[in-house]
C-alpha cells in the first residue's frame, strides 16, 4: 500500500460535504436567547433530536448549539453503515433480556427503511444505497457468528436478517482471495455521513430551528429555566438536551460513563477499472470477522474507504495529540485494503482521519434525565451510532415532551449500565484490551494463536462487561 498521508483535522467525508455545499450561514451565538429546547451538540443524536422535536411539536422554539460545525466530530468521520445490527443481537439480548434485546434491535433495524423513506420525503442527498452488507470471514481462523444469535433470529422468525454464504456468493460481492464464506445483511444502508448530517442541518433551518456553530457550551446553570452559557452569550431554555458524544466526558457526571476510543479511516484515489477488476460493482458493504473488523465501502466516485483493524484511546478527555492524529493506526487501517485485495498494492490513499468513540463497557447507548426532568443526555453510541441517534433522535424527543410511549420506554433508557474504572486506570485498561485484540488479529493471520496474555486480557474485559447491569437509585 502506498503512504498515507498525515491524519487531517477533518473527514474526507466533511471535506467533501462542505465543498459541495456549504449551506446557509449559521453564525456563533452572541449574546442571549431564549427557546423552549436548547440541544447542546450537532451530530447525528442533537440533529435527530431537533428534527424528532419539530415533527411531533412544531410550535417548539429549537435552538442548537455546536462547538465547530454540524457534522465535525464522530457524527462525519465514520464508515457510513446505517446498520440494523443484527450481528449483536446474543450481545443485546445479554444485556437487556431477550425480549428487551429483541425490540431494541427490532426498532433499529426499522429506521434503515424509515431513513430511505426521510430521503425522499426532503429530497436529500446523502449517496444513499440500501444493498446490505457482507460480513465476510476472510481466513478459516476468523469465527462464524454465534449459534446463540442464529437461535435467537430463527425463534423471532428473523431469520432471513442474516444469510449464511459459501465462499462462492462471499467472493461474487467482491473478489478476495481471503473470502472463504460469511454472512450477508440484507436490510443495512450506507450513506455519506457528513452529507447526511449537513441535509438534516438544512432541512432543521428550513424548519425554523436556529443552528449556532463555533459555539462551544461552557457550562449549563441550573434552575428554572436552564441556562447554556458559552464564550460570548447564554440561552435560557425549559429543557436542555446534551448529545455531544465523547466530548461529555469533561462533564464530571458523564466522567465513569464510557471510555473515550479513536477510530482511524483512509480513503483511496478514485479506481473505477480497479474496482471492475475485483468485481465490485455494487454499493453492498464488506466487513471481514476479526476481533478488531476492517470495514470498507465504495464511495459515490469510485473510491474505497476503509477503517479498523486497530484502535486508538485518549486518556480522559484529553482529544489533542497522537490520540486523533497516530500515522501507526491509520497506516493499519490502510493496510488492510491490501490484504483483503493483494491486486489493489500500490493504490494511492488520497487522506486518513479520525472519529472519538463514546464506548460503553456493554457497548449501548444511555439516554437519562434529571430529576427535575429538564436535563437530558443520550451518550454512548459505541461506534454503532449511526442508526443508533436516528432512533435516539425520537427517544429523547419523547423525554423532553414527557411522553409515555414506545421510545420512553426502551430498554436504553435509563443510566449507565455500568462504569468504566477511573482515570490513571482506564487508559492502561483500555489500550491493553486493543493490543490484545490487535495483536491477537494478527497472530491468527499469519496462521499462530493469540496466546495466553492476550486471551486472558479479552477474557477479563469480556467478563467484565457481562456483568453489566444498572446500578440502583
Known sequence: MSDVPPVGPRSWWLEE???????AACPPLAGEEAADVCVVGGGFAGLWTAYELTERAPSLQVVVLEADVCGAGGSGANGGFFSPSWTLLAALCHTFGEEGGVRYATALADQVGELGEWVARHDARIDFHQEGILCARAGEWQARDGEETVRLLASHCLEDRLVEVDAAAARSVADSPRFVGGLTMPDLATVQPAKLARELRRVLLERGVRIHEGTPMTRIDAGAPRC????????AATDVVLTTGAWAVRQPHFRRAFAVCVD?????????????EIGWRTHTGIADSREL????RRTEDDRIAIGGGAIGAAYGGRFGGRALTSPRLAAVAARGLSWLFPCLEGVRIDAAWSGPMDMTPASVPFFESSLDGHLHAGLGFSGHGLTA???GGKTLASLVLHEDDEWSRLPVVGPPFAYVPPEP???PLVWSVAWANESGDLARERGGSRGFVRSAVVRAFDAYASRTHRPQS
Open 389 to 391: 441517534t436516528k432512533l
Open 228 to 235: 447554556v452559557a458559552t464564550a460570548a452569550g447564554r440561552v
Open 264 to 276: 482511524f479511516m483512509v480513503v483511496t484515489e478514485p479506481i473505477p477499472e480497479r474496482l471492475q
Open 425 to 427: 486506570v482506564r487508559w
Open 293 to 296: 473488523s476492517f470495514y470498507l
Open 17 to 23: 460535504a462542505l465543498r459541495d455545499d456549504p449551506g
